[in-house]
């Protein structure tokens, strides 16, 4: 094995990244993204198609096991969310799951912090995995295209690897800051005065 060879590091750092940020949210799994397929635009080095498929293999395992989890201990994760909430509000989550369960999935995947309490709330509330898997495969396409797109406009704008990876990583942060700025405006507006 070459370690000196940057693909030996960086298939693994974008795959592995995205795992351990999707089941523990310690790391910034789109700058992860957004990183590799910098990397990948201004360099020979990795495969943009690969960092591709490998953020979104990552991102997909991850979000399995987040949503595995409770939901192979599904009573006790329904008690541990349900003891702080109405029984009509379980209700109505229930059935919103019921209607549009795959639309709920993929937007949590899109929202910054939404990923987590969707999956969570899924898993508790006994959604199928017939229906999660497909709709969580389908968030995790999206969500690596996007912050790939990120990576793919900064190494664009710049020939520097180390340039272009920090800005990839600069933009994610910028764009996961301004939506959850506009998702606090929007709770806020609807808060009963």
Known sequence: MNWTDPATIGYPAVFGGVLLGSI????????????GAAVATTTGHLSLPLVLVLATLGAYAGDV??????????????????????????????????????????????????????????????YPWRRLLPAALVACVLWATAYALLGILSGGLFDSPLVA???????VLLVTVLANLIARWRRKSKEPV
């Open 24 to 35: 523990v949210p310690v790391v910034p799994t789109g700058a992860v993204v957004g990183a």
């Open 165 to 171: 990876t920090l800005l990839a990583t600069v933009l």
């Open 65 to 126: 096991v987040t949503f595995g989890i409770p939901r192979l201990g599904s009573e006790a994760a329904f008690r541990w969310i349900s003891r702080r909430q109405p029984a009509e509000r379980l209700e109505k989550a229930r059935e919103q799951f019921a209607r549009r369960g795959w639309q709920l999935v993929v937007i949590g995947r899109l929202v910054p912090a939404g990923r987590i309490p969707v999956l969570l709330a899924a898993a508790a509330l006994g």
